[in-house]
Every structure is written in C-alpha cells, then in structure tokens.
Nanobody, 116 residues
Framework: QVQLVESGGGSVQAGGSLRLSCAGS????????MGWSRQAPGKEREGVAF???????RYAESVKGRFTISKDNAKNILYLEMNSLKPEDTAMYYC??????????WGQGTQVTVSS
C-alpha cells in the first residue's frame, strides 16, 4: 500500500522560510515523477514544483527563484524548500507521485499559512 505523508507546514510571517517533506512508503520515488501542488481556499489546485524521473525540474512561475524541490531516492523523501514566503503562498500543500496519471498517488497535505 502506497502512502505519502507530508510534514513541515506551519505559520510564518512574510519573508520567512519553511521546508516541507514528503515521506513515502510502499513506493520507489526514482520510478515516479514527484511533485508538489497547492490549493488555497476557493481556488483550484495548482502545480508548484515537479521533479521527473530523469531529474529534470520545473516550477510554477509564481515560485521560481524562491522554492526549491529536491528528493532523496534512497530514503524516499521529497522536499520543498520555500524561501521569501508571501501571503499568497498560503495554501494546503500536497505531495504527489505521478499525480497527473490515473494511477497517481497523493498525500493528505500540510497547511502553510503566511501572514503579512
């Protein structure tokens, strides 16, 4: 059974930093496209950062230069380092493995709240 468990969310002031983690079990991260998405209240879910099987990385324009995605394949942990946080970054953040695919997996999410 595959499980993705996010952690590291919290409340910070604008300009602050957080590091999210996503620990996986029953899954081998190196075989999947891993990513972070977020959903704010009343808004659609949006992709934030993705790292493909071949290691290529892409970011949403809104987070480029501030967020960094990385993963440890040996430990099956996905990270999202978030710096220079803005109030508009406030959302529930979700980890995914092949999230855009019918067989994709998603975590339960971790809340990030940025106050001005």
């Amino acid at each position: 059974q595959v499980q993705l468990v996010e952690s590291g969310g919290g409340s910070v002031q604008a300009g602050g930093s957080l590091r999210l983690s996503c620990a996986g079990s029953g899954i081998t991260y190196s075989r999947y496209s891993m990513g972070w998405s977020r959903q704010a209240p009343g808004k659609e879910r949006e992709g934030v950062a993705f790292i493909n099987r071949d290691g290529t990385i892409r970011y949403a324009e809104s987070v480029k230069g501030r967020f960094t995605i990385s993963k440890d394949n040996a430990k099956n942990i996905l990270y999202l380092e978030m710096n220079s946080l803005k109030p508009e970054d406030t959302a529930m953040y979700y980890c995914s493995a092949d999230g855009s695919m019918p067989w994709g997996y998603w975590g339960q999410g971790t809340q990030v709240t940025v106050s001005s």
